[in-house]
């Protein structure tokens, strides 16, 4: 018998051979690359400034360890924790910033994008939840498509960094400035 993806094997085998991929910025490898859907193993310890408007839903099933998602709603930050063997369905166009302070795994399932349906990156101000840049990208691949549109926000100069509200500079990929302006600003 001959299967495209091949027989059962163990996922957390899989993880283990795949660790060294499981760094960040996104901390993601695809299992299935050529897939009708976008599986991948996420691993941990990994913090970010960004926020993901992905227009499909996303599934999270974590495996070892805690993690969160930084929520952006009504101009607002929430947060709503994901715990070890937790499965949690992620509705399309929620905005979210998933954190993972500690070593852990997770099991993420989203949909391929239709052509012209795009994903969006966006960073805001810690202190007022301004929206300070979004970029816009017609996604294919997580671990290959993010990483490009971080490396561009985090070149801009400070002034295009400056939030329109209130005048702070977002710390760009300083995610221990960032969190510790929200946690402040709470």
Same mark, same amino acid.
């Given at each position: 018998?001959?299967?495209?993806?091949?027989?059962?094997?163990?996922?957390?085998?899989?993880?283990?051979?795949? *660790?060294?991929?499981?760094?960040?910025?996104?901390?993601?490898?695809?299992?299935?690359? #050529?897939?009708? !859907?976008?599986?991948?193993?996420?691993?941990?310890?990994?913090? *970010?400034?960004?926020?993901? #408007?992905?227009?499909?839903?996303?599934?999270?099933?974590?495996?070892?360890?805690?993690? !969160?998602?930084?929520?952006?709603?009504?101009?607002?930050? /929430? *947060?709503? /924790?994901?715990?070890?063997?937790?499965?949690?369905?992620?509705?399309?166009?929620?905005?979210? $910033?998933?954190?993972?302070?500690? +070593?852990?795994?997770?099991?993420?399932?989203?949909?391929?994008?239709?052509?012209? $349906?795009?994903?969006?990156? %966006?960073? !805001?101000?810690?202190?007022?939840?301004?929206?300070?840049? *979004?970029?816009?990208?017609?996604?294919?691949?997580?671990?290959?498509?993010?990483?490009?549109?971080? #490396?561009?926000? !985090?070149?801009?100069?400070?002034? /295009?960094?400056?939030? +329109? $509200?209130?005048?702070?500079?977002?710390?760009?990929? #300083?995610? $221990?400035?960032?969190?510790? %302006?929200?946690?402040?600003?709470?």
């Amino acid at each position: 018998m001959q299967l495209k993806y091949g027989l059962p094997t163990s996922l957390l085998g899989w993880a283990e051979t795949h *660790r060294a991929e499981l760094a960040p910025p996104v901390c993601n490898a695809s299992i299935f690359p #050529d897939g009708n !859907y976008i599986i991948n193993m996420v691993g941990g310890p990994n913090t *970010r400034t960004d926020f993901h #408007d992905n227009p499909t839903e996303e599934i999270f099933l974590q495996l070892k360890g805690s993690a !969160y998602l930084i929520i952006w709603d009504r101009g607002k930050f /929430e *947060r709503i /924790e994901i715990r070890e063997g937790d499965v949690f369905l992620l509705p399309a166009h929620i905005i979210h $910033s998933p954190q993972r302070p500690e +070593p852990g795994l997770c099991f993420l399932v989203e949909m391929v994008r239709p052509l012209g $349906s795009l994903d969006a990156l %966006q960073w !805001y101000c810690a202190k007022c939840a301004t929206l300070v840049w *979004r970029a816009e990208t017609q996604l294919t691949s997580l671990v290959d498509d993010l990483p490009k549109v971080y #490396d561009i926000f !985090y070149a801009k100069p400070e002034a /295009e960094r400056r939030c +329109p $509200s209130c005048g702070a500079i977002h710390p760009g990929r #300083d995610h $221990s400035t960032w969190h510790a %302006q929200m946690n402040a600003a709470r």
